[in-house]
């Protein structure tokens, strides 16, 4: 009866244990990102594409109506914010490239796409928190220190913007039942 017991508890704690650790948020920006001009622009677009494209895959996959929500104005949002940093790289005197995703962002996006319908919301959730914990480090940094003004002025508009998508991710992500990584 122990051994059975014992057997039944660790696959329990094993069931719920692998999910949470199987959810890969993206990569934090490089150091750099958040003091020189190129570096930030590159990840602060690359930030914004994975949300963008994170989220065009939570519109589809989400179970819970306000996740999708959340997902819809993301893409919004995300979309407004880079528009917002190309023009001010622009104005900057920069031509950054377009926006592209690293390898760690893009195993992100695999595992939603991967990702159990049952799973999916808390997977998207828990990767949302710690991306946009990371982006709101690179514009407040960006917004305080930066070497472009335009660039800073960019990177302080979106600091409340980036800090509504965290403080939402995380209030629905407790409300899953779900774990911060």
């Known amino acids: 009866m122990t051994k059975t017991m014992s057997l039944t508890l660790a696959l329990a704690l094993a069931g719920t244990a692998l999910p949470v650790a199987a959810q890969t948020p993206p990569p934090p920006p490089p150091p750099e990102a958040k003091m020189q001009a190129q570096p930030y622009v590159m990840a ?20 819970n109506p306000a996740v999708k929500r959340y997902a819809q104005m993301l893409i919004q949002h995300h979309q407004k ?7 001010a790289a622009q104005k900057a005197g920069m031509t950054p490239p377009p926006p592209a995703l690293d390898p760690g962002a893009t ?59 965290l403080t939402a991710a995380e209030r629905m992500l407790k409300a899953a039942g779900g774990k911060r990584m």
């Open 107 to 165: 195993r992100s996006i695999n595992e939603l796409q991967t990702a159990a319908p049952g799973d999916f919301d808390r997977i998207y959730l828990a990767q949302q928190v710690p991306a946009h914990q990371a982006a709101l480090d690179l514009h407040r940094s960006y917004g305080a220190r930066g070497d472009q003004a335009p660039l800073r002025a960019s990177a302080k508009k979106a600091v409340p913007i980036v800090q509504q998508h």
């Open 81 to 87: 914010t880079t528009a917002a940093t190309m023009a």
């Open 44 to 63: 602060a677009g690359k930030s914004d594409l994975y949300e963008i494209n994170s989220s065009q895959i939570a519109v589809d996959k989400a179970q």
